[in-house]
């Protein structure tokens, strides 16, 4: 059974920095890999999908990192800006169906 | 306005009532999930459906659960004899499995709907 962890579960940084937010999944066939934020009392906005045959995505400040063979995603945001604000989710989907298995997600906060 | 919308957005019930939530996805989406959230916790994953079939179902969908995809397009999820245990976020998300698109099965979620059952 996939399992989901994301490390930290929360995280408060000044404004400007780059930081990094991790993914961990334990079954390594996977088929892709999606990045989300969520705003609190909202649905997800999808920030970035990685496919399995791929390395990371990038899209404007951030890039999404996968690493298979390790289990391990990680997104890179940089100079954060208090409207970045959010709870960041991972999900992955096996290669076994359409179950897609999210993290519990890290808790961001930005401070001007 | 052409993401997927959900109606109602809240819905505040006495327990062992009925309630029935719809989800319209993105028109050209074939594929339709349904997940529940509660607070601090990451979704989880009730239902899939394939164009108009029903294809995959968790666990957690007990039989009080039931989901339709009448016509391949909007969604209900119902809940009978609701409990207070059912309070939570219901969220709705479609994708598209159609191969050589760069964002083949990337999900879009709409806005959820918030169940409490007092």
Redesign the interface.
Known sequence: KQEVTQIPAALSVPEGENLVLNCSFTDSAIYNLQWFRQDPGKGLTSLLLIQSSQREQTSGRLNASLDKSSGRSTLYIAASQPGDSATYLCAVRDNYGQNFVFGPGTRLSVLP | DTG?S?DPRHKITKRGQNVTFRCDPISEHN?L?W?RQTL??????LT?F?NEAQ??K?RLLSDRFSAERPKGSFSTLEIQRTEQGDSAMY?C?SSIDLSGTE??????????T?LTVL
Do not use: D, K, T, W
Not at chain 2, 40 to 45: N, T
Not at chain 2, 103 to 112: C, H, V
């Open positions: 997927v959900q594929r999930y997940y601090g916790q990451g979704p989880e994953f899939y394939q294809l995959e968790s969220l998300a964002r083949i099965n990337e999900q879009f979620f709409g806005p959820g918030r």
